[in-house]
């Protein structure tokens, strides 16, 4: 299933506002602290020629990345993600995988892993690592806060404390050093949704005025780490 993904840069002001309305709106997110959030972080790759980076910079509609995810820091449930956009809306997919996988991936010893496995993505994944030379490249990091509604399968999130680390070996370790890449007080605002988004949505979303923009964490954060800024 492909489904849409809007992106907006946020003040804190525009947070605040959209909350109120939100928590009204929307239900919280059952998997989240009693904040309403979690974090998450993740171990991209990209290939030999840069091919996710290369094609984020040069705005190819259709392209693909790879990602290992975990989250509020917890190695008991890794997932090995595959995230695509095609015309301009997004698919993903994701397989379980466990902690020696990620360790032999980090260590650049992936020929030790069984392959082909039983797991389509898995196997997709690791012929592109034998052929395609795919190895991690950066830890991208961040702080969420979601909403949910069922009208149009509708999925709000705040992003606070994006920032990266270049220390790919350590992905498991809770204190890394990590460089933020937004200035303080802005954050980043996703709306997801499949069919349809509810007027709701549309009509807090005019009030402030707010405008789509594009905005790939991996991208960014690679950028960062590359030249020192976005």
């Known amino acids: 299933m492909f489904r849409n993904e809007n992106k907006y840069m946020i003040s804190s002001v525009q947070e605040e506002y959209l909350k109120m309305h939100l928590r ?36 190819v509609d259709n392209r ?10 917890d190695s008991s449930v890794i997932h090995l993600e595959c995230k695509q956009k095609v015309n301009g809306k997004i698919h993903k997919e994701k397989a379980l995988i466990n902690r020696e996988f990620c360790q032999k991936l980090m260590e650049d010893k992936g ?22 030379y795919l190895r991690p490249r950066v830890i991208v990091e961040y702080e969420r806060e979601p909403y949910v509604h069922p009208d149009g399968d509708v999925r709000i999130t705040i992003d606070r404390n994006i920032c990266f680390s270049e220390d790919v070996e350590h ?10 890449i937004l200035p303080l007080g802005q954050n980043l605002l996703e ?8 007027e709701f949505v549309k009509d807090t979303l005019d009030i402030k005025h707010m405008q789509r923009i594009t905005f ?13 800024g976005v």
């Open 191 to 198: 709306v997801k949704y499949t069919e349809f988004l509810p």
């Open 216 to 228: 790939s964490k991996y991208y960014l954060c690679e950028n960062f780490r590359r030249y020192g």
């Open 111 to 132: 020929e030790e892993l069984e392959y082909p496995t039983g797991n389509l993505l898995i196997n997709r994944f690791l012929y592109l690592y034998h052929t395609k």
């Open 24 to 59: 009204e709106l929307c239900e919280a997110d059952t998997h989240t602290d009693v904040m309403n959030r979690y974090n998450i972080r993740s171990l991209y790759f990209d290939d030999y020629d840069n091919s996710a980076y290369s094609d984020n910079a040069r705005g």
């Open 64 to 73: 693909t990345k790879y990602r290992i995810r975990i989250y509020n820091c």
């Open 171 to 180: 992905f498991f370790e809770k204190d890394i050093f990590m460089q933020p």
